[in-house]
């Protein structure tokens, strides 16, 4: 049996979704396309009736009509077409919203049954449904759930099997009148006072106490990200590098001889007679050190903080907040949602833009991103570069990256043609997320980081160390010398590093350590390994958003801003 969750986005559905399946889950692209779905595996058991067999559960994209207007929804209609029956999430705090998703299944004719969700936060908010008036109206089963505490589940599993086709009908034009008819009839709403978080989510949406409260939020999660990254390096990750496989590096050095092609492949170069992990560049050493004892423990804490505020529900609150900042960029407020992705890894950032409607929004978020916002990777790597010279050197390079962010989205805002969309979400109350669903959401998170990074670390790794063994470094270092000193002030030996940033930026922002750069260099260096251009993997992922003709635009205002930006810095702090 192949069960469907369809529903309106910020529903929940995720987070039943967690509920109704297990631990193995799968996220995939929907075929031919780079729409994201999830699907998992429920038992259905013998005591509600069951014969013991395994259904298969999909969380579809969310939707508010199946009359498409993105890629997105265009899918979700298409798994319409496929499953044997749809659990309907609705949210029972805005039912009229619901039901006209609802009414559009029922026209559909498919087995449905649905799941009022967030049941307590109705009953919490003064608003009454008659549950049994409803199924009576609609002809098919509805049951109260409350995703986070578990309440009714074991209800509406039970009732998958009188999953029905609705009788309900209408006339396709007055489906919004049905939809007011019905809600009048089945829900009442009681006066009651402002609560605590509800007074929180008021302060934290008008502009004038809002914007104070995103700084605070966004100052304490990069605070949260660094004690939590540094934490587990400094205590768990280098430690077991240091003391448990440097020394069986140490003994298959030994075995190879100390040297060779095969030993400065898998080993790399002993420093003083010692891995160092951060200079050897051998794929067992550096390959491993990097993503997994550098990169991965911060990743683990931002994807976990990323995960606590979309299920918190300020995500939602913070693109309201900044809507009219990003219409001046030529966005709106969502878009805010890949340049925090893209904050963790530059991937699922561009993955992300085509929540943006327009062509024109996916061009101006996807180049933005890749050419201002440093993945999460590589902002560990210039921290730990650049933060020995204090807040001056770390302002510097995100200051200047945050300044290029706005002048470029102003002038792409200015010169393209078209307008931005007016933003339509709706705004989920704050709530407490549902742990296990926080778990494994972050845990396929770092399944699929694990699984699309530490490939390009190695391969970047390994051609590193061929280009430098080969003597091509140096070649095109002679050759772009004139770009790379004369323009950006920095050595010709600075051309590997470059080269090595379209495979992995924050190994490559670790390959400064050895050229021995000056403070300026190493600010000016920080700043165009991250506009210059997108590491591999962004890239063809932006190939895929943005077609080749729009990906050419994009990569030469890369080129034309980094020489731009590069030079002006190298002009102004380049004699400190």
């Not at 395994?54 to 298409?78: F, H, K, M, Q």
Request: net charge neutral; charged share 15%; hydrophobic share 50%.
């Amino acid at each position: 049996m192949k069960i469907l969750l369809m529903g309106n986005p910020n529903v929940g559905k995720s987070v039943v979704f967690s509920r109704l399946t297990g631990v193995h889950v799968i996220a995939s692209n929907y075929p031919g396309t780079t729409v994201e779905f999830t699907k998992g595996f429920m038992h259905l058991p013998e005591e509600l009736g069951f014969k013991g067999e395994t259904a298969e559960v999909i969380d579809v994209p969310g939707v508010y009509s199946l009359e498409p207007t993105s890629r997105a929804e265009e899918v979700a209609v298409e798994m319409l077409q496929q499953g044997d029956m749809v659990i309907n999430v609705v949210n029972a705090t805005n039912l009229e919203r619901s039901l006209n998703l609802t009414l559009q299944l029922l026209k559909k004719k498919v087995p449905l049954i649905i799941a009022l969700n967030l049941w307590d936060e109705a009953k919490h908010t003064g608003i009454k449904i008659d549950v049994e008036k409803l199924e009576q109206t609609l002809g098919i089963p509805c049951i109260p759930t409350c995703a986070i505490t578990g309440e009714g589940f074991k209800e509406l599993v039970s009732k998958i099997k009188e999953a029905k086709a609705g009788e309900y009908e209408y006339e396709e034009e007055e489906r919004w009148h049905e939809v007011g008819n019905i809600t009048n009839k089945v829900e009442k709403i009681i006066h009651r006072h402002h609560r605590f978080r509800e007074r929180i989510a008021d302060l934290s949406i008008f502009p004038r106490t809002g914007i104070p409260v995103a700084l605070i939020v966004l100052f304490a999660t990069f605070h949260v990200i660094r004690f939590i990254g540094e934490g587990l390096i400094g205590y768990v990750f280098e430690p077991f590098f240091e003391n448990l496989w440097a020394p069986l590096m140490l003994k298959l050095s030994n075995i190879l001889g100390s040297d060779g092609f095969i030993h400065t492949i898998l080993i790399g170069r002993l420093v003083d007679g010692e891995i160092d992990f951060g200079e050897s560049f051998g794929l067992l050493t550096t390959g491993l050190f990097v993503p997994f004892g550098a990169v991965l423990p911060y990743v683990f804490a931002f994807y976990l903080i990323l995960s606590f505020l979309e299920d918190s529900g300020y995500l939602p609150r913070l693109a309201v907040l900044v809507d009219n900042i990003m219409h001046r960029l030529g966005l709106h407020g969502m878009a805010i949602i890949p340049m925090m992705l893209g904050l963790g890894c530059n991937v699922p950032g561009a993955l992300s833009t085509r929540i943006m409607e327009t062509k024109r929004e996916r061009f101006i978020a996807a180049t933005l991103m890749a050419i201002a916002v440093p993945c999460m990777a590589q902002i560990a790597m210039v921290v730990g570069l650049i933060g020995k010279y204090g807040a001056g050197g770390l302002g510097i390079v995100f200051g200047t990256l945050f300044v290029v962010w706005i002048i470029l989205g102003v002038l792409l805002n200015r010169t393209m043609k078209g307008e931005s969309m007016e933003i339509f979400l709706e705004i989920p109350p704050y709530r407490l997320p549902y742990f296990q669903g926080l778990v494994k959401k972050v845990g396929m998170r770092i399944i699929w980081f694990v699984k699309e990074a530490v490939p390009w670390v190695l391969a970047g790794v390994f051609i590193a160390n061929i280009l430098y063994t080969l003597g091509i470094i140096d070649l095109v270092g002679r050759f772009t010398a004139p770009v790379i000193s004369g323009i950006l002030g920095l050595p010709k030996e600075a051309v590997g590093v470059l080269l090595l940033g379209f495979f992995r930026k924050d190994v490559a922002v670790g390959m400064l350590v050895p050229l021995g750069l000056s403070f300026p260099q190493i600010v000016v260096a920080s700043v165009v390994l991250t506009m210059y251009f997108p590491c591999v993997a962004t890239f063809a992922t932006l190939v895929k958003e943005l077609g080749i003709a729009g990906m050419l635009k994009s990569t030469a205002l890369m080129i034309i801003s980094t020489l731009l930006v590069g030079g002006i810095l190298n002009l102004v702090i380049g004699n400190w």
